[in-house]
């Protein structure tokens, strides 16, 4: 099996900075593209950014130049740097990964979560 495990979610004002961490771990033969969504109270879940292997990267129109996404592919980790932060970027922060198994199968995986809000 694999997992998703995210990381640094929490209570920031409107202007500030967060670091969302993401790992996977299990039974990995190689990670492919990975990605951030996200999904406010109320709103359809969205793809914020997202960046290929060879790190290749794509982002949100509404958070271009705010939010950066990187990975290491040695940890099988990806990283979301998000600043600027907007109370509209309130919203559960997912990590989201394709994954070849060590018996080669290939699937799509999410993480638990990771609540962000943006208030003063």
């Known amino acids: 099996q694999v997992q998703l495990l995210e990381s640094g979610g929490g209570l920031v004002q409107p202007g500030g900075s967060l670091r969302l961490s993401c790992a996977a771990s299990g039974s990995i033969f190689s990670v492919g593209p990975m990605a951030w969504y996200r999904q406010a109270t109320g709103k359809q879940r969205e793809m914020v950014a997202r960046?290929?292997?060879?790190?290749?990267?794509n982002y949100a129109d509404s958070v271009k130049g705010r939010f950066t996404i990187s990975r290491d592919n040695v940890k099988n980790t990806v990283a979301l740097q998000m600043n600027n932060l907007e109370p509209e970027d309130t919203a559960v922060y997912y990590c989201?990964?394709?994954?070849?198994?060590?018996?080669?199968?290939?699937?799509?995986?999410w993480g638990q979560g990771t609540q962000v809000t943006v208030s003063s």
């Open positions: 989201n990964a394709d994954v070849v198994r060590t018996n080669l199968a290939l699937d799509n995986y």
């Open positions: 960046i290929s292997k060879s790190g290749t990267t």
